[in-house]
């Protein structure tokens, strides 16, 4: 923690999509362990924050009612001297957006520039936003948007010019018992005893929501604008992962749905050509004569035709590290399920 510590002390901070599961997180780091000066929540669902602000009632967290697509909004709410930007508004069910495509496409893509926009004419120094392992070689539309808004936040460093503003994204998998992952699906499942999965051979990348949190927050302390970092993180099969999360059900393998992978990718071999090993991550440097050469130069380069792809990935998961990475109770419902 000593080499973030002083990463967010007396910034003004604004998260896009700042109700959501990472959002909520990212707010319990900083007040805990980093003593911002402001925490800016921006997100559409009136709900939602005022659920938030009874659960927080930390006087240096404010609540920005407004919508990523609406960029006189979100120049309204750059205009606090904001420090940080941390995008992590998006629509993120795979299935919805295959179904809606044009609202896909309005928040993730359209929803990217506006922030990159605002952030540049407002002068925010830092902005990072978040990425998938879907936006590698997609296969479904809502990784084709992220990988599009992957393009336009690298770019928009070419595009803040000589302004201080800069511009990086994080990329990682999938965050263990956020709002929409298998895991509290398969909580609910087992109470009847049957899980369902699309393909036993399945496998993903894992990660926490304080994990995802402080990655983000090193790679703000860490970012010169214009990489990608991806963390180094293990990776597990679904179906062990609901064999310990709902011990002793049935399992019906339902198949592939469209716009599914069996594998999902956080690193290409294209990529790999121009990135580094950096303590614990990768870093994706872009190839653009604007960027400076000595940047990471004390990473470690990658060896030819490397990938970090989740079938091959070096570091698994253990069922007892599954445990412990989401809570103690787990050890208690598996015994309990067991007994019965």
């Known amino acids: 923690m000593s080499h973030v510590s002083r990463t967010l002390k007396d910034k003004t901070v604004l998260i896009t999509g700042g109700t959501g599961s990472f959002g909520r997180q990212l ?17 559409r669902d009136e709900l939602k924050q005022h659920e938030m602000s009874t659960m927080y009632t930390d006087p240096r967290i404010s609540f920005f009612i407004g919508d990523v697509r609406d960029r006189d909004r ?26 809606n ?7 993730n893509i359209l929803g ?7 952030a540049i004419d407002r002068g925010v120094p830092r902005v990072i936003a978040l990425s998938t392992d879907k936006a590698v070689n997609p296969v479904n539309l809502y990784g084709a948007t992220k990988l599009c808004a992957e393009k336009l936040f690298i770019q928009g ?20 018992g956020s709002r929409g992952s298998v895991i509290p699906l398969f909580r609910q499942q087992r109470k009847n005893g049957v899980v369902t ?6 496998t993903r990348f894992w990660l926490t929501l304080e994990q995802a949190a402080e990655f983000v927050i090193r790679c703000i302390q860490e970012m010169h604008g214009g990489e990608i970092f991806v963390p180094r993180i293990p990776s597990m099969r ?25 594998h999902e990718m956080l690193m290409s071999p294209d990529e790999a050509r121009h990135a580094v090993a950096v303590d614990g991550m990768f870093v994706i440097k872009p190839e653009h004569r604007w960027w400076g050469s000595e940047n990471w130069a004390e990473g ?13 990935n070096e570091q698994w998961l253990s069922e007892n590290e599954l445990l412990a990475l989401i809570g103690e109770e787990a050890n208690v419902e598996k015994v309990s399920a067991a007994a019965r």
Do not use: W
């Open 27 to 43: 707010i319990e780091n900083a007040l805990r362990d980093h003593e911002p000066k402001r925490l800016i929540v921006f997100s």
């Open 238 to 262: 679904v179906a062990d992962l609901a064999a310990v999360v709902a011990p002793g059900c049935r399992i019906n393998y339902t198949g592939i749905r469209a716009g599914e992978k069996l």
């Open 197 to 202: 999965i699309t393909d036993p051979r399945m």
């Open 300 to 312: 470690t380069p990658l060896p030819d035709s490397f990938s970090f792809k989740s079938d091959s």
């Open 74 to 99: 979100l120049y309204r709410a750059f205009q606090a001297d904001v420090d940080v930007v941390v995008h992590a508004a998006a629509l993120k069910q795979v299935p919805a957006c295959e179904y």
């Open 112 to 118: 990217a520039k506006n922030v990159i926009d605002a």
């Open 157 to 176: 460093n070419s595009y803040a010019g000589a302004k201080s503003t800069r511009f990086s994204c994080v990329r990682y998998g999938n965050v263990l």
């Open 101 to 107: 495509p044009f609202e896909a496409i309005k928040t």
